[in-house]
């Protein structure tokens, strides 16, 4: 898949394949609350005073369920790269 | 449960990673709310207030619920994301709040293992108070007193 609006390196994977690195922060993208983080607080733009990446080079691990549409998962990695600064963000598509 | 006043649910989290030499990992969890550290003893585990909503400390104050006639239900699906031979454990103690006395503990885990689907083990247990432990808790991460 080709880079969001060159913002971001996108790494596709899929439960039981082996990520490249250990994510420093873990997203969902829930289908009504849209993007919470990993203890399923409904991320807002407060929130992501907390959840910025601490380096040029973090990466993100974005979870989604398995019925979400592809443009709405271009818009979470696009979110989550913008604001949250992310180099990269890991997409798992899977049990949620 | 009917309430005549408002119902809380304070809730406290800590979770585990356990690799796949079965050892307990160390990681920063990330939040809306601040970070916590994942627990590495799991006889001294890592307790996080579990709200979005400081001070305030009550679970449904910026989770996802429902009120209705007395009646709170709160919705809640905490991430576990294992990497190969990993397995997440996300360890919950809730504290129902009704008529302003905390009235059940549900203890509550959210787990998976690389390669299954996640799995929910929940018990709930009659309770009148707030641990010791849950109000320092709620001191020293700079949430009012639940009650």
Redesign the interface.
Known sequence: MPEAAGVAELAWTA?????VE?P?????L?P??GL?????????D???D??SASSPASAA?L?VPPSTSVNSIRQAIDTVAKRGGYAKVFV?IG?? | MHCSTAAHIVQF?NREIIGAAGQLAR?????????YETTTDASNPVWNT?S?AKPTPYYEA???HHVEAGSLTV?????V?P??GETWR?NFRSYVICDKKVVREVTWTRS?T??E??KYQVSVTYADRLPAWANELLKAQGYHPAL
Request: proline share 3%; charged share 20%.
């Open positions: 439960q039981g394949e082996t990520r250990t420093e922060c873990v997203l969902l829930d009504v609350l919470t983080d990993i203890d399923f607080h409904q991320v807002t407060e929130g992501w907390n959840l691990r979870v798992t049990d949620v | 989290v990681r920063i969890i990330k939040t809306v709310a601040g970070q579990d979005a910026a989770g996802a919705y809640d699906q905490p991430t994301g990497g190969v996300a998976q690389s390669g689907s996640p």
